[in-house]
């Protein structure tokens, strides 16, 4: 049986019954994303920066760029759910905003510095959110789902795991050092 490239850790299994313990875990990698980050390129050359990370994927570039484009998505609406009832929040099509040309252009530091900058204001934000603000939720345009900011959280954690996986994965393939 092939592993599934797609998925080097699997698909994001959202957990029942999310505690606080669990909370302060996701905090953590989320925390970690951007350092894990840095260190699964180190050394990388252009060549294998423009290499996907599996065929007919995104190249290692588009997968950095997006963790940064998501992230901030992810990030506006813990914003919106803490500060309005339910809100509907706005949707991105992520595939187009990674194909947008000009990403091939922009030096990977520029979004692995955002991705820095960034999490450390959301983990501020985190570390300060109440049991009950975790509880709180947006609505996703599409299919109307609900989501609950713990597992939004939980969600976040898998997602930075989930892309650093797929860059460690080729490495390993590609047997690069």
Do not use: C
Request: glycine residues 4%; aromatic residues 10%; without cysteine.
């Amino acid at each position: 049986m092939t592993a599934d490239l797609r998925y080097p850790i699997g698909k994001f299994d959202p957990p029942a019954n999310i505690t606080l313990s669990d909370i302060d875990g996701y905090i953590n990698r989320i925390k970690d994303t951007p350092e894990k980050l840095k260190k699964t390129i180190e050394g990388f050359t252009e060549e294998q920066l423009n290499t996907p990370y599996r065929p007919e994927g995104w190249t290692v570039r588009r997968v950095i760029h997006h963790i940064a484009d998501s992230h901030m998505n992810a990030y506006i609406r813990f914003h919106w759910a803490l500060t309005e009832n339910s809100p509907r929040i706005k949707a991105y099509d992520e595939k187009a905003w990674a194909e947008l040309s000009y990403q091939n252009h922009v030096p990977l530091e520029v979004s692995l510095n955002l991705l820095t900058n960034l999490h450390e204001r959301w983990i501020h934000l985190l570390k300060n959110m109440s049991e009950e603000d975790f509880s709180r939720k947006y609505i996703h345009p599409e299919g109307n789902k609900v989501y609950v900011l713990r597992t939004v959280a939980a969600m976040y954690a898998w997602h930075g795991d989930h892309h650093t996986a797929h860059i460690t994965s080729l490495r390993e393939r590609m047997g690069w050092k």
